[in-house]
């Protein structure tokens, strides 16, 4: 009895450690989850320990710096290395550890801490294709990250040999969706546009979630616009932004994370300011300032006046009414724009030199 309500507390004290940082108490996380770990090795339940590798991480970080950090949490990786026995729960260890180090943006350790993984469920008794290609998968968009390309090409080559005969369709997206991107920053636009309808016909076949029915199709309709038009296909590019731009507002009217929901309204914005930016391209001046005024407006009451897509959409509003032979509205908005991506920290070059430009 003593050691089952031992476990009982100790597979339930993640959600408690998470509410201690919430409340400024990473003192009292640390000494629980220390506490914790012993009790677990103590009782012979070594299994679980992966499953507190995060959130030891961002109590460290809560109490150290970065670099004390990084070796604390990689001493509790060798020492849980060391107890822990069988293959399945080394891959749980080293798969834990690649979302730690992602979660720091260290890529590098993350890749080499998966395939780590990955060399361990090989040798996990009745391991599924399926996983081993979920995990091969994972490898190739590190290797994406990386820009690392011939190494991503290989695994998920890999992925796509392994999910053959159990498909998984989440996984037949993301291989589409990064050999898609690859065959984009290649300028093979015919290729890419193969893969992100590949990606669409999964998404249609996949449970109808929010992020499934709505968020992910408008992510890879923006995509297909950027190759549509790229290909001289206007007409199906601005079809394409237009079915991004419908999906972002259904997923509006379901998603319920509001930390989800801004990031899904700030991608609407960016989508009727392409959509525009076609319609200027095409010389449709009146159509594009509807678009881009609409979205200026937008950010403003859903953001903030102090968003840094608010600066971007006045200098591509700048720009517009320059095009349009009133130069004074123009120079106004535009010094408003460049005043505010100068205050803010990060590079936004891009539309810093356009502003500038305009101004000249």
């Known amino acids: 009895m003593f050691f089952f309500w031992s476990f009982a507390v100790a597979a339930q004290s993640v959600a408690e450690l998470d509410s201690l940082l919430e409340a400024n108490q990473a003192t009292e996380a640390d000494k629980q989850i220390n506490r914790l770990v012993q009790r677990v090795v103590e009782n012979g339940k070594t299994g679980i320990l992966p499953d507190y590798l995060e959130v030891y991480g961002r109590i460290q970080l809560a109490l150290h710096n970065d670099k004390t950090t990084f070796l604390k949490v990689n001493d509790q990786i060798t020492y849980w290395e060391r107890i822990l026995k069988s293959p399945e729960q080394q891959k749980e260890l080293w798969l834990a550890a690649a979302s730690w180090y992602k979660y720091l943006g260290m890529l590098e350790k993350a890749y080499h801490a998966e395939l780590t993984a990955y060399d361990f469920a090989q040798k996990q008794p009745k391991i599924i294709f399926r996983e081993l290609g979920n995990m091969q998968v994972n490898l190739g968009a590190y290797s994406v990250n990386r820009m690392d390309i011939p190494t991503a090409k290989k695994h998920l080559a890999e992925a796509q040999k ?32 193969y893969f992100y309808k590949k990606c669409i016909l999964a998404l249609e076949k996949s449970e109808p979630t929010p992020r499934n029915a709505f968020y992910r199709p408008a992510l890879m309709y923006n995509n297909l616009s950027g190759v549509q038009s790229g290909q001289g296909k206007t007409t199906e590019a601005i079809a394409s932004m237009n079915l991004t731009i419908d999906n972002l507002v259904s997923y509006a009217e379901v998603e319920t994370d509001p930390s989800l929901l801004l990031i899904a309204r700030e991608f609407y914005f960016q989508a009727l300011d392409n959509l525009g930016g076609t319609y200027k391209g095409l010389g449709n001046f009146r159509k594009a300032q509807s678009l881009m005024e609409f979205s200026y407006e937008g950010k403003k009451a859903e953001l903030s006046d102090k968003s840094i897509h608010v600066w971007i959409s006045e200098i591509l509003l700048g720009q517009l009414y320059l095009d349009q032979a009133e130069p004074e509205k123009a120079k106004k908005i535009i010094r408003n724009g460049l005043q505010g991506l100068e205050n803010t920290e990060g590079s936004y070059q891009h539309y810093e030199a356009d502003g500038w430009f305009a101004l000249a």
Do not use: T
């Not at 996984?171 to 093979?188: D, E, V």
């Open 162 to 193: 392994l999910l053959e005969n159990d498909p998984d369709l989440y996984s037949i997206y993301r291989i589409n969706s990064y050999l898609g991107n690859m065959a984009y920053f290649a300028s093979k636009l015919d290729s890419a546009e």
